[in-house]
């Protein structure tokens, strides 16, 4: 779409014109960070959670947003206003901004923030009904001694590498284990296993996204009266869950149904499953920031 309209540092732009420096470490090194998020019914979900998230992840690699949180939530709506965007997904990105050829950021001067405003289709609308497969990849998550996990950067080469894994295996997605051999998380997603009624989800310290989507998912399931726990598990849990799903903003909550072809339950998607994308579907309807 030609006339989609783009924010990029105080201006919205026509796609075709919004352009960053080639110089700009976001491209040179991976040096930025990023939030993708959904509007539902004319909200943006969630919205101050990312807006929130964003800020903590560039405090924690000391870059300095040229914004204030209230701006950019302005910022998302009015992006959202001239795309005559309702419902969608909206990718906001902060990089170092533009420097010189060397690695330091100090010549880096301004942060640049860009945000576009469009639609997503992760996995199609049968799999939500029938899962997934996945498979394990071989490609460990990075330790959150190394780089956390929990800062949404710009350099996602160890997501996208296990992704890669993913494709060339015909499935739509991997799952990452940690360097102990623990569950961790998938490509772009947390994960969740039940079994025998109680729900499992690895906890942030293993080094995962401190995912949003996650987070709701996990209030929504309690105050329907489910138990869930925090707690670390390894494959063998996994391939003898009676249920698994995964949730990410993309994805939202969609079952997974086989992992490295061992059958997950039953093989479809489960009860417990299904009652928590109905009530996370019916929760983006009311909550977020509106778009006015």
């Known amino acids: 779409m030609a006339d989609r309209i783009i924010y990029i540092d105080g201006e919205y732009l026509n796609e075709n014109d919004a352009k960053i420096s080639v110089f700009d470490h976001g491209v040179l090194y991976g040096d930025g960070i990023f939030e993708g998020i959904r509007a ?7 919205g101050k959670e990312h807006i929130d998230r964003l800020f903590s992840a560039a405090k924690a690699i000391m870059l300095e947003i040229p914004l204030t949180k209230e701006e950019v939530a302005q910022m998302l709506v009015e992006t959202c206003k001239r795309n005559n965007l309702t419902d969608g ?7 170092r901004g533009k420097g010189d050829l060397g690695l330091s950021p100090t010549k880096c001067t301004v942060a640049t923030v860009f945000c576009i405003a469009a639609n997503i289709t992760l996995y199609p609308e049968e799999m939500y009904e029938k899962g997934m497969p996945i498979i394990t990849a071989s490609q460990r998550r990075n330790k959150a001694t190394i780089i956390d996990p929990q800062i949404k950067s710009l350099n996602y080469l160890n997501n996208i590498l296990a992704k890669i894994q993913a494709n060339q295996a015909g499935v739509p997605e991997a799952l990452m284990l940690t360097h102990d051999g623990i569950v961790a998380e998938c490509t772009g997603d947390n994960i969740f296993i039940i079994k025998e009624g109680i729900i499992f989800t690895p906890p942030i310290h293993v080094g995962i996204l401190d995912g949003i989507t996650r987070n709701t998912v996990i209030k929504l399931a309690r105050d329907l009266g489910y138990d869930v726990q925090e707690k670390e598990f390894t494959q063998y849990n996994l391939y003898n869950a009676d249920e698994c799903f995964l949730t990410g903003t993309a994805a939202e909550v969609i079952a997974v149904t086989s992992v490295d072809e061992r059958i997950i339950g039953a093989g479809i998607c489960g009860p417990i499953t299904k009652k928590l994308l109905a009530a996370f579907q019916a929760h983006t309807k009311i909550d977020g920031i509106e778009i006015k």
């Not at 997904?89 to 990089?95: A, F, P, Q, S």
């Open 89 to 95: 997904y909206i990718r906001l990105v902060v990089t």
């Open 40 to 46: 539902y019914n004319g909200r943006i979900f969630k």
